[in-house]
Every structure is written in structure tokens, then in C-alpha cells.
């Protein structure tokens, strides 16, 4: 796998981790953490959909893929307007634990980008999840 996708990836990590930290020491109000924090999960969840949706364009591997594409992008919404609250953030976790066990399932990749890719995704995931949790341990404080 490219440098430069190892690179973004992780970079994408910096608002999940810097948020809670900035919440924690006071730099931020819940209310301002939680909008900017949620808001930030839901546009990267949408972004694994365009995984998806590329895929699904130009190498299909079954008829439903072209509609998990649009999952992520209709679960972060729906999170973010239905419940504007810590619920937001368990949703939106277990949309990024179910949509990287899909990635290894359905990407049509070489055996080696698969394990790389899916290398990366699990610790991605695994970092954002537990940012999620802290900012949920952190609301009820």
C-alpha cells in the first residue's frame, strides 16, 4: 500500500484523538466537543461508503454493495439528527466496526493489499472507537 494512504489514514486520526483531550483540558465545552467530534465521525464513516460505492461501480462482487455504500452516510445522518446525544456515539461505532468487517469481506483487492488494508482499518477503527468511548465517559462526567 501506498506511503501517502498510511499517511492520510493515520492523519485522520488527529481530530478523534485531540478532541477529547482538548474537552478534557477545558479548552472546549462538551456541547462544542461533542458537535465537532460527531460531526467529524459521520463524514468519515460517509467516506468508507465511497469505498463502497467506487467498488460497487466498477468491480461489484454482489447486488447489495452499491447499497451498503449508502449505509454509512444514512447511519452517521440519522445519528447525529436522531439523537444528538451519547447514543450518537455508540451508533456511530459500531457503524465503523461494521462497515471495516464488510471491507475484508466484500473488497476486491490482491491477497496482500487486502491484509494491509484491513492491517490499517483495524487499528484505525479500533483508535476511533475508543475515542468514542472516551468522549462518552467524558459526557458523564
Given at each position: 500500500m501506498q506511503k501517502e494512504v498510511k499517511t492520510l489514514g493515520y492523519l485522520g486520526l488527529i481530530p478523534f484523538v485531540t478532541i477529547p483531550i482538548a474537552l478534557q483540558m477545558g479548552m472546549l465545552s462538551y456541547a462544542q466537543a461533542f458537535a465537532f467530534f460527531s460531526q467529524y465521525s459521520a463524514?468519515?464513516?460517509?467516506?468508507?461508503?465511497?469505498?463502497?460505492?467506487?467498488?460497487a461501480l466498477t468491480e461489484p462482487t454482489n447486488r447489495h454493495q452499491i447499497y451498503v455504500a449508502m449505509l454509512p452516510s444514512i447511519v452517521g445522518w440519522l445519528a447525529l439528527v436522531v439523537f444528538a446525544d451519547a447514543r450518537t456515539l455508540g451508533v456511530l461505532s459500531l457503524a465503523y466496526v461494521g462497515m471495516v468487517v464488510y471491507?475484508?469481506?466484500t473488497l476486491r483487492l490482491s491477497k496482500h493489499m487486502i491484509v494491509e488494508y484491513t492491517r490499517m482499518r483495524v487499528i484505525l477503527t479500533t483508535i476511533v472507537v475508543i475515542c468514542h468511548a472516551a468522549m462518552i465517559w467524558l459526557s458523564s462526567r
Open positions: 463524514i468519515i464513516l460517509s467516506f468508507f461508503g465511497g469505498v463502497h460505492w467506487f467498488a471491507d475484508k469481506f
